[in-house]
């Protein structure tokens, strides 16, 4: 009976560790995405802020376009992070299942165990049995050995019964589980549905917008090369002045203007590595705000064929908001694009932060700065009532993505 019971308690710890793995693994990966999807929320909620408010849906077809594609993009991902949520919740409740129903068996053989443990204990209960029991023994040794039995059983039979009152409070505490991962499963489908319903909305709008600008294509085709046209002159432009602030940097260390990296003083040094050691971790270019354009090659929102180049990001935010600095560093030149905005670029050892699309600038070239230290007042376009800063990032004249660089950006 006592080997019996010996393995029912280790196939229980075998279950529950193999469960407090599974479960610590799995609720890891979930709070995970819990973050993921908190974050992928606020991004929706910031944009119809920022981007689809009454006021901001003025301005082009193609710029109501752009945002409700980006829009679309975020909508999309937060269905997924949703989805795999519910998937990973769904493999929690079968785990749970299958770990209620094992522990409903061995608690019914514990049980029957206990009961014919308590039934003979009762048939030989009186202490004259026990006495006799005692007394009966061949030898002194004999009889130790038989107290010791006697109190053994009786600490056994206590072990059992205590082990059946944890177990039942376990297997409570796991259909409480069960019941609330019951309920957390049915919140996100609700949510989801929600999400899908918004997504089909927003797809139909952005099929109507899609047929107003093939209506009238030439104008729309030409306001994209405008925009592309400011776009390529703000990179030529950045990548002239690093290169010059390397040469005149080079020129004042070794004499030399050559290369296409600084060279470092110790002092300039440190803060590059320190510059290097925040990669993820550095602050927002804006105190609060939205991505609405990413780094690198992106399909147009009209004409999906056609890939576009952003050698930097677009982060839209409040009027009358500035920007500010990312990081230490040194102002080592001031932008301003013929026919746009003034920008500021900023040295962090051989790293290079540009902050393009500013209105009123509230520092010069040499000055020094600090992180969170506003740079100038960000534009906003009173056509379409948008204000947006382009922030840029470069080691030497290496381009950098930002978001890589910069928290959850």
Known sequence: MKTGFGNIILN?????????????????????????????????AEMNRLLFAEKKQRGTVLDQM?????KINIRQQLIRVTNQQSNLLNRQ??????NISKLRDDLEVLKVDYAEMIRKSYQNKSQ?????????????????????????YTAYRKQQGEEIVRKTEELSALNRDLTNQRKEKDRLIAENTKAKNALLKEIKSQKGLLLTIRQNESKYSAELQAKRKEARQIDRQIERLIRSAIAASNKGATGKTSGNTFTLTPEAAIVAKSFSANKGKLIWPVEKGVKRQGYGVYKDAIYPGIKHQSNGVIIATDEG??????????VIAILAVPGGNKGVQIKHGNY???????????VKKGDKVDAKDELGEIYTNRFNGLTQLKFYLYRDVTRLNPEEWIYRL
């Not at 932060?353 to 509230?362: A, E, H, I, P």
């Open 352 to 362: 290079i932060s540009t902050y393009y699309n500013l209105s009123d600038l509230y």
């Open 66 to 70: 752009e945002n409700l594609d980006q």
């Open 128 to 152: 004259q049995s026990r006495l006799m029991f005692l007394l009966s023994a061949e030898s002194f040794y004999q009889a130790y050995k038989r107290l010791q039995y006697l109190k053994q």
């Open 321 to 330: 908001a500035k920007a500010r600095a990312v990081f230490e560093g040194e």
């Open 12 to 44: 229980m710890l075998l279950v529950l560790l193999v469960s407090t793995w599974q479960g610590n693994a799995q609720t890891s990966e979930q709070k995970a995405l819990e973050a993921k999807r908190e974050q992928l929320q606020k991004e929706i």
């Open 93 to 98: 409740i079968n785990v749970n299942i299958r």
